[in-house]
């Protein structure tokens, strides 16, 4: 039998089963607005990484499995240039838990390309609505796009409607899309140019299809917290998945609670990760008038061959102070970043040495 056809006999199972005997990992869990002891609430819901094309090198060679992510577009985009089948987005910030709830639940609406766009820059909650398909969604789904976060809090519609129609970051994601040479920050750009589901019809359909036979999770979650990690694990391991790619940003330069560093974080992963498993960050070498950003990323079986690696301080500031030198370490670490124009960066050899 062929194995797709085993795959989706296996997602129909599992969808017939009562939500008290699926997987932990398919339990969304509610939004805790309280859950943070700091007052960054939204901070990083807008999209500041102009060109995620730069990653497709890295993602290309991507396997099937489970693509978990941070952030919100930066999630939908590396997917939807990758060859994973399954998205799982977590964050500690209750607001980007919730863009990413209505993403995927208007992804899951939308009948075209067209009609996503048009649902996803209204401005009028009615559309949402009226919608043919809304009565298709769960009932946790519509209370989300018709709710409230906390008590004190807008309305989830108008943090949307506004991040969409009133930032000028979700401005050249929806409109700077066609390769043309921009300026933004005072840097001439290419921003957001390929690699862009609002505007590619194959991302989009790939990030369709997954929403609507329920392959997109949005999980909060505080990867600095040891405990965290562990339910985590823990529950990815009972949903069986493959893991295909690590997306964690510039988590490494992050602060981590209790001890527990990012490269705690990642070998923490090591169980479950199998050789090819990506793992992908992000080096921000120029922070203004606008960040710029380069990518990352190596697979597990060089990791576990270089155990000091682990994208550590040290070694991760290499790139932000000389991203002109940024080139690959013994033929294992790929390096994508923004100086050059070209979409697909040089990629050190990555065959076995003997």
Same mark, same amino acid.
């Given at each position: 039998? !062929?194995?797709?056809?085993?795959?989706?006999?296996?997602?129909?199972?599992?969808?017939?089963?009562?939500?008290?005997?699926?997987?932990?990992?398919?339990? &969304?869990?509610?939004?805790?607005?309280?859950?943070?002891?700091?007052?960054?609430?939204?901070?990083?819901?807008? !999209? $500041?990484?102009? #060109?995620?094309?730069?990653?497709?090198?890295?993602?290309?060679? @991507?396997?099937?499995?489970?693509?978990?992510?941070?952030?919100? #577009?930066?999630?939908?985009?590396?997917?939807?240039?990758?060859?994973?089948?399954?998205?799982?987005?977590?964050?500690?910030?209750?607001?980007?838990? *919730?863009?990413?709830?209505?993403?995927?639940?208007?992804?899951? *609406?939308?009948?075209?390309?067209?009609?996503?766009?048009?649902?996803?820059? +209204?401005?009028?909650?009615?559309?949402?609505?009226?919608?043919?398909?809304?009565?298709?969604?769960? #009932?946790? #789904?519509?209370?989300?796009?018709?709710?409230?976060?906390?008590?004190?809090?807008?309305?989830?519609?108008?943090?949307?409607?506004?991040?969409?129609?009133?930032?000028?970051?979700?401005?050249?994601?929806?409109?700077?899309?066609?390769?043309? &040479?921009?300026?933004?920050?005072?840097?001439?750009?290419?921003?957001?140019?390929?690699?862009?589901?609002?505007?590619?019809?194959?991302?989009?359909?790939?990030?369709?299809?997954?929403?609507?036979?329920?392959? *997109?999770?949005? *999980? &909060?979650?505080? =990867? @600095? $917290?040891?405990?965290?990690? @562990?339910?985590?694990? &823990?529950?990815?391991?009972?949903?069986?998945?493959?893991?295909?790619?690590?997306?964690?940003?510039?988590?490494?330069?992050?602060?981590?609670?209790?001890?527990?560093?990012?490269?705690?974080?990642?070998?923490?992963?090591?169980?479950?990760?199998?050789?090819?498993?990506?793992?992908?960050? +992000?080096?921000?070498?120029?922070?203004?008038?606008? !960040?710029?950003?380069?990518?990352?990323?190596?697979?597990?079986?060089?990791?576990?061959?270089?155990?000091? =690696?682990?994208?550590?301080?040290?070694?991760?500031?290499?790139?932000? +102070?000389?991203?002109?030198?940024?080139?690959?370490?013994?033929?294992?670490?790929?390096?994508?970043?923004?100086?050059? @124009?070209?979409?697909?960066?040089?990629?050190?050899?990555?065959?076995?040495?003997?």
């Amino acid at each position: 039998m !062929p194995i797709f056809r085993i795959f989706m006999m296996a997602m129909a199972l599992l969808s017939a089963l009562p939500a008290h005997s699926r997987p932990p990992f398919f339990r &969304q869990g509610r939004i805790r607005y309280d859950l943070l002891d700091n007052h960054l609430y939204g901070t990083y819901i807008y !999209p $500041n990484e102009l #060109e995620p094309q730069k990653a497709r090198p890295f993602l290309i060679r @991507s396997g099937r499995g489970l693509y978990i992510s941070v952030g919100t #577009e930066r999630s939908f985009l590396g997917f939807g240039q990758s060859k994973s089948s399954h998205l799982l987005m977590v964050d500690k910030d209750p607001f980007a838990v *919730m863009f990413n709830r209505i993403n995927i639940a208007l992804l899951k *609406m939308a009948t075209s390309q067209e009609d996503y766009l048009e649902l996803r820059r +209204t401005e009028d909650i009615r559309l949402w609505k009226s919608h043919p398909n809304w009565t298709k969604l769960s #009932e946790s #789904e519509r209370r989300l796009l018709l709710g409230k976060i906390c008590s004190h809090c807008k309305p989830n519609f108008s943090h949307w409607s506004i991040a969409m129609n009133y930032n000028y970051k979700f401005e050249a994601l929806h409109k700077i899309s066609s390769g043309k &040479q921009q300026v933004i920050g005072g840097y001439l750009i290419k921003s957001f140019h390929r690699g862009n589901y609002l505007s590619d019809p194959i991302a989009f359909k790939k990030l369709s299809q997954a929403a609507k036979e329920g392959r *997109m999770v949005a *999980m &909060q979650i505080d =990867l @600095s $917290n040891r405990t965290a990690v @562990s339910t985590l694990l &823990q529950s990815l391991e009972e949903s069986g998945l493959d893991i295909s790619v690590l997306d964690f940003s510039n988590l490494w330069d992050t602060w981590f609670r209790d001890k527990f560093t990012f490269t705690d974080l990642v070998r923490s992963f090591d169980k479950l990760a199998n050789p090819d498993t990506l793992l992908l960050s +992000t080096v921000d070498y120029e922070r203004r008038p606008f !960040p710029r950003w380069m990518y990352v990323g190596t697979k597990f079986r060089f990791l576990r061959k270089n155990p000091k =690696l682990y994208f550590n301080d040290e070694y991760m500031k290499i790139f932000r +102070t000389r991203p002109d030198k940024a080139v690959g370490f013994k033929g294992r670490m790929w390096v994508g970043h923004q100086v050059s @124009s070209a979409c697909d960066d040089e990629l050190i050899d990555e065959e076995e040495e003997d």
